[in-house]
């Protein structure tokens, strides 16, 4: 039977402490969940099934679909395993491929060097078979091989991804500190929000938050903004089937957000790049910014809002010294505009929190690469504000 008709585990990876949002979305979308790990979730599907897990997840950076499973002690037996797999069934003869791996292995110093004799097992392989070879290297733009070896078992995966899902591809101006795509998505999500109240994002650096807020908001499929993924490289792969595949997720796909999304930031710099990039990913008309001091961000007086700061947690000393009053100010910020809401902060310095001066409801786990982070969650109780705010891009 074909591997796109053929049901296999799909191990799906993803950056440290997302997986509970990416088991959510899995669940959501109908996949079953058998297990989890700090950065992976382990489900099943066919390879045409991974199809729709890569247009959907919003948090998943891999989605790995099992070729093979076997014992292997060292390269010699793990190059005689491979080659008994019918890669010319797999991957064009006159295609491109790539071989990445996580490999703990007594016989192995470098894991290059079982990322090569996994190359040469499937080059010569195919090869032999159909008289022509592939052509490997290190680009993840076409086939993409996962190999996981761990002592001397061993898994070989095909990453239908091939290069990360995180890669959106609409962030082209990323400035400084900018967060991962998944991650931005996974934030907006820990809020709970569904789309509904309003949305704010003060300091929005190069707005990846507002913008994944407004693909979650308009139900926007994030892998639509991609043209490349590795499963396209695979034999057998149906164009004509895929487009219908993104045709139903464009339909699914609303116009308008129902909430008002509002993004701020202190540099016109970055508020500059935020709507490039919004346009990029199809959603500056439903986003509206703001050039202006995070104070100064318009906080519609509406009840069940939410408003999400990612500030700078400053890596020396002297910079920890200047955030506090920043931290402060944001505390002032929550208590006087934005009662009946719901206030976050996404932080990887504890300390400088707690000069917030709030006392938080949740503390939701991160990591922002190696730092680990929190999502602190403020409940900010309603007061009686009853103006409504202008749209900050409406003319005055
Ligand atoms: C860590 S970055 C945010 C990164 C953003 N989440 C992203 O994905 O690009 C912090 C942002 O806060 C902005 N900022 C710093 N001080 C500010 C202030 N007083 N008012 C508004 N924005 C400020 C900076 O210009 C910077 O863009």
Known sequence: MSLWKLKRPIHVTCARAITPFLRQELLALGFPVFSETAAAVETEGTLW??????????????????????????????????????????????????????VQNPTIRDSRYANVRCKDAVVDRIRQKTGSRPDAGSSQREAVLYLFWKDDLCRIYVDTSGEPLSR????????????????????????????????????????????????????????????????????????????????????????????????????????????????TAGVEKILEFAPCDFSQTPVPAEEGGVVVFNPEYGERLGERKKLEGVYEAIGDFFKKKCQGYRGYIFTGNLDLAKKVGLRTRRRTPFFNSNIECRLLEYELYAGSRKQRTPRPDAPS
Not at 72 to 79: E, K, N, T
Not at 91 to 99: I, L, Q, R, W
Request: charged residues 20%; contains cysteine; hydrophobic residues 40%.
């Open 49 to 102: 099934d991974s199809v729709r897990l890569n247009l959907h997840l919003r948090t998943g950076h891999h989605v790995l679909y099992l070729l093979g499973e076997f014992r292997a002690r060292d390269a010699d037996a793990l190059y005689r395993s491979l080659s008994g797999l019918p890669w010319e069934n797999y991957m064009p003869a006159g295609g491109y491929f790539s071989v990445a791996s996580s």
């Open 168 to 279: 959106r591809g609409y962030r082209k101006i990323p400035l400084k500190a900018p967060m991962q795509e998944t991650l931005a998505a996974a934030v907006v999500m820990a809020t709970g929000w569904d789309g509904r109240g309003p949305f704010v994002n003060p300091m929005c650096g190069s707005g990846t938050i507002a913008i994944e807020a407004a693909l979650i908001a308009l139900n926007r499929a994030p892998g639509l903004l991609r043209d490349n993924f590795g499963f396209m490289h695979l034999l057998g792969f149906d164009e004509a089937g895929y487009r219908l595949i993104r045709e139903k997720a464009r339909r699914a796909s609303k116009k308008f957000s129902p909430g008002r999304i509002i993004a701020s930031d202190i540099s016109p710099d970055a508020v500059n790049a935020s709507r490039r990039n919004a346009a």
